[in-house]
């Protein structure tokens, strides 16, 4: 089982669009595919029609569950959507308390790792939508990911803040003694404006390895997908913006990712803790 993240600290650049495309493509592609929506905002499970305030139990029950966590637990929170191999792990809005809350939990970071191990049997991949936030649910993805996925919008200052962010997957892989496969994906370009084509031009500079060659244009049919509920590759597979994902998809296909088991035992995450606290407080 592979597991990536989608993550940017910053909202509105496509990190969903770009979870639930991949994941469409991936099932299309005969896998079983897990989408797990970690964003108190619930956009993940919006776009599949669902509420996640009216939600009975969601990937933070699951997360603040007392004792030890069940396969059974989790394939009754766990939603079957009606695409074939697409399944979902709802958000519900406590996702914000508990990233309040949970801080300071030893171990906390190492939970969703835990929770996904239990599913290797059950699916081929599985795929984070990540809160714009850089905190504890963005560790607890990145601490259970082979791959970091980070849409870039492709417009002037989006770079602002990744630094940051850097640090956080710089933590996670030295307390984990590991590397993540990052992978930077320019967003919502328009190849007519100077400030797209200026930023995809620093994004090359700066990230000579990590930056997937191509690029996802500006294009309305993946909006209109998210709003129809349906993943845009099964709604309209000519558009340009969905063929940039499909392209994408096998890019990440036949990149190789290294693999990676989380042990309940990590001594290492557990003693990065104190150091990495203060900064987790400062940057939620
Ligand atoms: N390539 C694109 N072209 C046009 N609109 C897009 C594109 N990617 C995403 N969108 C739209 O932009 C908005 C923000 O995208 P979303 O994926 O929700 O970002 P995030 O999850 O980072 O907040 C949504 O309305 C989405 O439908
Ligand atoms: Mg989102």
Redesign the pocket.
Known sequence: MQVWTVA?Q?????????AVTLGGYAAQAGKRVLLVDLDAQG?MSCYFGLKPQSLRQSSAELMNHEGPISRELIKDIVVELPYEGLSLLPSSPSLITLERTSQNKRGFGLILGQVLSLLEEDFDLVLI?CP?ALGVLMINALVASTRLII?VQAEFLSLQGFARMQQTVDMVQHSLDTVIDRVVVP??VDRRTQACQQTVRSLRNEFPVDLWPGH?????K??DA?RLGVPANLYQPAAK?VQAYGALFRYLEQRISSQRSVSSEDELYASADNATKAYWAEAV
């Open positions: 940017n910053k909202g509105g650049v496509g990190k969903t669009t770009s956009s939508d714009p849409p967003t919502m996802i244009p500006i294009d309305t993946l909006r998210s913006g």
